[in-house]
């Protein structure tokens, strides 16, 4: 009888440790922060290096990696940021083969993406069939004992991020001399990508969104340094208004689409986050900020833009600034490391996005 009764106890106790560990592991893993991130150089972690072999070394790198990880930029892009934030490691490119670790999340991103297929063949349609591709392998691979990867409750509550588009305004812009409406007439088509990629991961479980507006396009040195322009072209921060005024106007008709999300998936959080005007205020306000001359590259060559197709950053003939933490945009087209720093970190509170929601609130109220 006693015996029995210890036994019992024995028992009970038994269950109720693992009705406690399967609690705290169910929490845990509904809890933990998971970024799957789609896009182009703004937030590729190495996709292009790993899917194209497009040679990204030093001077990329130089104030944060000290080598070439693929980034475009001196050192950690706003994605880097946010892991940061949010205590995880930062994202492997889905296309590194090399012992890649998925348990924060995955990024699809490759430099040069479009929203419309163009020349680097991983347009924001083929990302999201990676990913669809990458949850099914996951699943399976899981099913089979495999660890650190992201379970079925894992991409429901991960956050799915986008932030692309800046590379198919550039084209249309130049294959139209640099006129407004040829431009503006294509965005639709452009917004309608991210419409389906939205759909797409929804069906697939993801309900969770962010998604970034594209950034002032005419304020980048490069665009600066190629379009020969009089003062009435530039507004009057200093920047190319044709070029800034096509970026609005995709902005405006992403603002709307997502708008429009929100009514059909009525169990979803869509976040836009408006990263156009962070940016902008930059390049506005420099020195509030701490930076200097900044419409003047970091990476290149040539007055005043520090610009110069011949002299790329990485190319025969190129230097580096004296201070690269005082410059807004590393080589005439990619941020630089500080920069990136400041917009995360003002981003992420969620002042700039609609509804205001701040980056970390997807898992912890
Ligand atoms: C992957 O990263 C996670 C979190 O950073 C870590 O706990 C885990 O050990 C890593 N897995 C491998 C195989 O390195
Ligand atoms: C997912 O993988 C299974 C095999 O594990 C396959 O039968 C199925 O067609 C795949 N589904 C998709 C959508 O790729
Ligand atoms: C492009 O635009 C510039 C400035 O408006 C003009 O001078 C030039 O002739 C145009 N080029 C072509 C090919 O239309
Ligand atoms: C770049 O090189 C080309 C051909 O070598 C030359 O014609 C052009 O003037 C150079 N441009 C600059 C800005 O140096
Ligand atoms: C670089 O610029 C930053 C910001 O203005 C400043 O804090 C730092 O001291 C400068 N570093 C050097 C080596 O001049």
Not at 150 to 174: C, K, P, T, W
Not at 338 to 346: D, M, T
Request: glycine content about 8%; charged content about 20%; some cysteine.
């Amino acid at each position: 009888m006693v015996m029995e009764i210890r036994m019992n106890a024995i028992w009970c106790w038994i269950n109720i440790l693992l009705l406690i560990s399967t609690l705290s592991n169910g929490v845990e893993s509904q809890r933990r922060p998971l970024l799957v991130n789609f896009g182009d150089s703004n937030s590729d972690t190495g996709g292009v290096l790993a899917g194209i072999g497009l040679p990204i070394g030093l001077p990329n790198g130089i104030t944060f990696f000290h080598r070439g990880t693929g980034r475009l930029g001196d050192g950690r892009l706003i994605i880097d940021f946010f892991c940061e934030h949010l205590k995880l490691s930062y994202l492997s490119p889905y296309l590194d083969s090399l012992s890649p670790n998925f348990s924060s999340g995955v990024n699809f991103a490759v430099s040069g993406a479009t929203l419309l297929p163009k020349f680097v063949p991983f347009a924001l349609s083929i990302q999201v069939r990676q990913f669809i591709h990458f949850k099914n392998r996951s699943l399976e691979l899981l099913s089979l004992g495999s660890r650190d990867l992201i379970n079925e409750e894992g991409f429901r509550s991960a956050l799915y991020m986008i932030d692309i588009g800046q590379n198919d305004l550039q084209v249309a812009l130049y294959a139209s001399n640099i006129t407004y409406r040829p431009v503006a007439k294509q965005i639709p088509s452009f917004v309608e990508e991210i419409r389906l990629a939205v759909q797409t991961i929804y069906q697939y479980g993801g309900r969770n969104f962010w998604i970034h507006n594209t950034g002032p396009l005419g304020c980048q040195p490069k665009e600066l340094a190629l379009h020969p322009h009089k003062s009435s072209d530039l507004d009057r921060v200093g920047c190319l208004r044709v070029h800034n005024r096509v970026a609005k106007t995709f902005n405006k008709g992403l603002r709307i689409l997502t708008e429009d999300l929100r009514l059909v998936y009525k169990d979803a959080v869509i976040v836009y986050v408006d990263v156009y005007s962070v940016k902008y205020s930059l390049f506005a306000n420099p020195e509030k900020y701490g930076f200097k001359n900044p419409f003047a590259a970091c990476c290149g060559r040539g007055a005043p833009y520090f610009y110069d197709r011949n002299a790329t950053c990485g190319q025969p003939g190129f230097s580096i600034c004296r201070n690269v933490s005082e410059s807004i945009v590393w080589d005439g087209v990619h941020y630089a490391e500080a920069s990136n720093h400041v917009v995360a970190k003002r981003i992420q509170k969620g002042h700039y996005s609609t509804p205001k929601i701040k980056l970390e609130q997807f898992w912890y109220s």
